[in-house]
């Protein structure tokens, strides 16, 4: 056979087959599909079906029973037996406490009336009235802390502030009195406190004298208003001094440090009143001495 005769028949040989190929696609499409399907699907149903669903662990799960704990009970109830106790002690203290404020507040307003045209003797009695009910509520406080050695300072915290008061207008009391500084130990004696257990405390006596600083301002105005032209030099003497001897105090960053850092604007506006009177002439001659002392 020739080659261009043999070429010919491969080319119609493969012509009839893509026919006969083209011909059975037609007539059977629905028989192709599934099997093409069949190949294709089966792995992305298997990757993408969800699992199926397992029954609950925790519903079914009981914890075992357990009897409580006699230690830990025990414990806790002797917790619970100690804060009880220290809560009724707290109100008894609150209770004592809440009369040595109103009773200070009596005395308070007393010596507020310095500021006014009052004769001295009238406001200092009304003020001393008071200083003995404040001792015998002191006396009180002191037995119920009989209660609890050892254990002042965890409710110290309950007349700190009640204190600071009364320190103040004992303090003010005294220096209207004499002109003097109310020193600690008097303090203590005037409250009926000891040098044990109960005692006054230092940080409360300072802050106390702090207070007093507060009002000399006040009342160095008023007494250079009322005529008493010597006043500033007085209390300018006095507190010039005090705030000398907070000086050598290395106060920590706290409550008693701001109210000493208040001192010295007490000490410059008492300064500014007697500088007032002094450039006036209105100021009395002081004596050589005098002079000396201040």
């Not at 209390?235 to 010039?240: A, D, G, K, Q």
């Not at 000398?244 to 007490?266: I, P, Q, T, V």
Request: hydrophobic fraction near 40%.
């Amino acid at each position: 056979m020739r080659p261009a005769a043999a070429a010919a028949t491969a080319t119609a040989a493969a012509l009839r087959l893509r026919a006969a190929a083209a011909s059975l696609s037609a007539t059977h499409p629905a028989r192709l599909a599934p099997r093409r399907a069949a190949l294709l699907l089966p792995p992305l149903r298997g990757f993408c079906s969800p699992a199926p669903p397992r029954a609950s662990a925790a519903a079914d799960y009981e914890p075992p029973s357990r009897l409580p704990s006699p230690v830990m009970d025990a414990q806790f109830e002797s917790f619970r037996s100690q804060l009880d106790e220290s809560s009724t002690l707290r109100d008894r203290i609150r209770s004592v406490v809440s009369e040595i404020e109103s009773a200070s507040r009596v005395a308070s307003a007393a010596l507020l009336l310095v500021h006014q045209p009052v004769p001295l003797e009238d406001v200092l009695g009304k003020a001393k009235a008071q200083v003995d009910v404040i001792k015998g509520l002191y006396a009180q406080l002191a037995e119920v802390l009989k209660e609890c050695p050892g254990q002042y300072y965890r409710y110290h915290g309950d007349w700190r502030s009640e204190t600071q008061a009364v320190v103040w207008m004992l303090a003010f009391t005294h220096w209207l009195e004499t002109g003097g500084l109310l020193m600690h130990a008097e303090a203590q004696e005037k409250l009926g406190l000891s040098s044990g257990e109960f005692c006054l405390d230092v940080e409360d006596y300072l802050t106390g004298l702090c207070f007093m600083s507060n009002e000399f301002p006040r009342f160095v105005v008023n007494r250079v208003t009322a005529g008493d032209y010597d006043c500033p030099r007085k209390v300018l003497s006095f507190l010039t001094d005090l705030h000398a001897s907070f000086r050598m105090l290395n106060l920590r960053n706290d409550f008693l440090r701001k109210k000493f850092d208040g001192m010295k604007y007490d000490l410059r506006r008492v300064e500014e009143v007697y500088y007032d009177v002094k450039i006036r002439g209105l100021a009395p001659v002081e004596s050589k001495q005098e002079a000396a002392q201040s």
